[in-house]
């Protein structure tokens, strides 16, 4: 290897090495639990996992029903009893039952969840 090879590998070991004790550190401090919010680093990381755990035929699927009054009025009422305990009615989670769940239901009002594709929906569900 030439010389600058030896340096920038030295330089990617040294970036490792601060990720793992950084990592480290913050385990021992904080430890795992879904009882904590995570942190903008791991909402960030959890984001884009999701995004690679779900299959590209699945984000990519579309909403074979068409929107009508009919399948809207439907679509609510099945929200209304099977969702709304937990998300509340206007979707944001501040129930006494999603308050009390470890980890809360996502606000579903915030641009991460709207901007998510109907199949990538329908997957995670």
Known sequence: MKRTQ????G??????????VALGWMVLSRGFSARLEPNAAEAFI???VRRLAIPRSA??????????????????????D????????????????GRGLYPKPPDMTLPDTQELSDGALYYII
């Open 82 to 97: 099977h969702c709304a305990s937990c998300h509340g009615n206007d979707g944001q989670g501040r129930t006494l039952i």
């Open 11 to 20: 330089v990617l070991l040294a970036v490792i090495i601060a990720a793992a």
């Open 46 to 48: 959890a984001r884009h």
């Open 6 to 9: 030896f340096k920038y590998a």
């Open 59 to 80: 984000r990519d699927a579309k909403n074979p029903l068409q929107a009508s009054p009919e399948v809207l009025s439907g679509a609510m009422e099945h929200f209304a």
